[in-house]
């Protein structure tokens, strides 16, 4: 009696699997559809659809640099071989240079911006967005520029305006300075999924008007006049509008510039490379190595204030599908050459 029941079962399950094979083959890819329909998919709700979008962000940890180890205790070092192995191999596929520890330092664009230590030895190359604030109170703090042992107390703005002035590497005027702290201090690079970047930006610089930043408020406007089908008038940009100008824009600001841009990855060897994403391990183990001891590194922002998740899928509800893969070419180089999930 139980043989032809199993038997049956078995059909029965074997047809199912064929029927959800032949119905997901018939699913059109939206990549495959012309733009403007792309961009209008009606039949799923953009909440949805924005949750789907983002699922790979939200599983960076096993798949964006690191997604070749079966392990996320594996040693620090070892990370950072990886991290910079895949940053060689992407420099050499897509052409973009060599990596050398003697580049010409009089070549050194002025839009590179690198602050260094002389107690520690080290040299950052700054990304705004990328932890700048949190590691300009770190060297403040090791600098003694500060009146304070605890890079917690150092107000934000101090520490930009200081740090600026007292630690940036291109005000020592002096080419063999310059090039001998290149050539033997270690350099570090603070890096972060650009999408989370992206928003980032927008949400402090762009979303609202600032007391501190009126200039971005006019930036705002302009944005929004310039991919708005209103036109010219006071909003202020939407995140879709500005992730829509991001994408074209070839002059870009430096906090929504690509890496490769403002820190030359691709011609400058690094020798550390962090993420934001891991940047409490990242800084730690960094920190120890230079025996930064007695500090802890320092958030620049409350956790409810920070870009997570949930953020993100918030603000990616009401962005077309089409413009997410314009960003996503606009700032390849990014997500590739230091393995970042393609949305």
């Given at each position: 009696m139980n043989k032809p029941i199993r038997t049956l079962s078995r059909s029965l399950i074997g047809a199912l699997i064929v029927f959800c094979i032949f119905i997901s083959c018939r699913?059109?890819?939206?990549?495959?559809?012309?733009?403007?329909?792309?961009?209008?998919?009606?039949?799923?709700?953009?909440?949805?659809?924005?949750?789907?979008?983002?699922?790979?962000?939200?599983?960076?940890?096993?798949?964006?640099?690191?997604r070749r180890r079966n392990n996320f205790e594996v040693g620090f070092m070892e990370l950072q071989r990886k991290r910079q192995s895949l940053l060689r191999e992407e420099c050499q596929r897509q052409k973009l240079g060599n990596i050398d520890d003697d580049f010409d330092v009089m070549k050194l664009e002025p839009k590179v911006k690198l602050l260094y230590s002389d107690k520690h030895r080290f040299i950052l190359c700054e990304i705004p967005k990328c932890a700048s604030s949190s590691m300009k109170k770190v060297l403040l703090t090791t600098e003694k520029l500060v009146n304070t042992t605890n890079p917690r107390e150092v107000k934000s703005e101090l520490a930009h305006r200081l740090a600026d002035a007292k630690l940036d590497l291109r005000r020592l005027r002096n080419a063999t300075g310059i090039a001998e702290r290149l050539r033997n201090y270690k350099r570090l690079i603070i890096v972060r999924d650009p999408v989370y970047r992206l928003l980032s930006a927008y949400r402090n610089k762009l979303e609202k008007e600032y007391p501190w930043s009126r200039d971005f408020a006019d930036m705002s406007r302009k944005i929004h006049s310039n991919v708005s089908a209103e036109g010219r008038g006071t909003k202020l940009a939407t995140f879709a509008e500005f992730l829509k100008y991001a994408a074209m824009d070839r002059d870009r600001d430096r906090h929504w510039k690509l890496y490769y841009d403002l820190c030359l990855p691709c011609t400058i060897r690094y020798d550390f490379i962090a993420h934001v994403e891991t940047i409490n391990n990242d800084m730690t183990e960094f920190m120890k190595m230079l025996r930064m001891e007695n500090m802890s590194f320092p958030s620049n922002y409350a956790a409810s204030e920070q870009t997570d998740i949930e953020k993100l899928e918030k603000y990616m509800a009401s962005v077309p599908l089409g413009t997410i893969e314009d960003i996503y070419n606009s700032y390849r180089n990014d997500f590739e050459m230091f393995g970042f999930s393609r949305p």
């Open positions: 699913q059109p890819n939206w990549r495959d559809k012309p733009a403007h329909q792309r961009d209008s998919i009606e039949h799923k709700n953009k909440r949805t659809l924005a949750r789907e979008v983002i699922r790979n962000w939200n599983t960076w940890s096993t798949r964006h640099v690191d």
